[in-house]
């Protein structure tokens, strides 16, 4: 069973940065987004940004400009740099995998979040 490990999280004043990462317990083939998600209590959950295989990236309006996702695909890694954090940006943050298996089946994998609080 893969698992996805957060790091990076804590607390940071406003418009301070942080760096977020995320890495696999072991190596995942044919993956074909890497992503960060983001909860708050009581609201769903929502992309913040997501890098395809091609590096092609798709980022939340409310965060473009400030946040930067990479990854690397050697070591099945996926960060997401933030700057210019606002208090708005406080949630736990989720890594988020979605791949192909052999047979085509897509696999989902996520992280179990690292908190990200942005004081005032």
């Known amino acids: 069973q893969v698992q996805l490990v957060e790091s990076g999280g804590g607390l940071v004043q406003a418009g301070g940065s942080l760096r977020l990462s995320c890495a696999a317990s072991?190596?995942?083939?044919?993956?074909?987004?890497m992503g960060w998600y983001r909860q708050t209590p009581g609201k769903q959950r929502e992309l913040v940004a997501t890098?395809?295989?091609?590096?092609?990236?798709n980022y939340a309006d409310s965060v473009k400009g400030r946040f930067t996702i990479s990854r690397d695909n050697a070591k099945n890694t996926v960060s997401l740099q933030m700057n210019s954090l606002k208090s708005e940006d406080t949630a736990v943050y989720y890594c988020?995998?979605?791949?192909?298996?052999?047979?085509?089946?897509?696999?989902?994998?996520w992280g179990k979040g690292t908190l990200v609080t942005v004081s005032s």
């Open positions: 988020n995998v979605l791949a192909s298996s052999t047979y085509g089946a897509s696999m989902d994998y």
């Open positions: 072991r190596s995942i083939f044919n993956i074909n987004t």
């Open positions: 890098i395809a295989s091609r590096a092609i990236t």
